[in-house]
């Protein structure tokens, strides 16, 4: 099974995306703060939007706030 991949967008008008994590199996949103953890228990938080989910390809994109 795959997972999905979360990436920040730098939000510049490269439109680049900074891998953050891989194997991506919760996301959860409390107010403006995102925590996003693996499938092998790493954990990221952060003050983020979510911008985007697709499904199809496994991904989620952040945007940071603040």
Do not use: H, P
Not at 21 to 47: I, S, W
């Amino acid at each position: 099974m795959c997972m999905a991949k979360a990436y920040l967008d730098k939000g510049d008008a490269s439109s680049e995306r900074e891998l953050l994590l891989e194997d991506v199996a919760t996301v959860e949103v409390e107010g403006a703060q995102v925590r996003v953890g693996t499938l092998f228990g790493e954990t990221r938080e952060l003050q983020a939007v979510i911008r985007e989910v697709d499904f199809q390809n496994g991904s989620i994109v952040l945007e940071k706030v603040g």
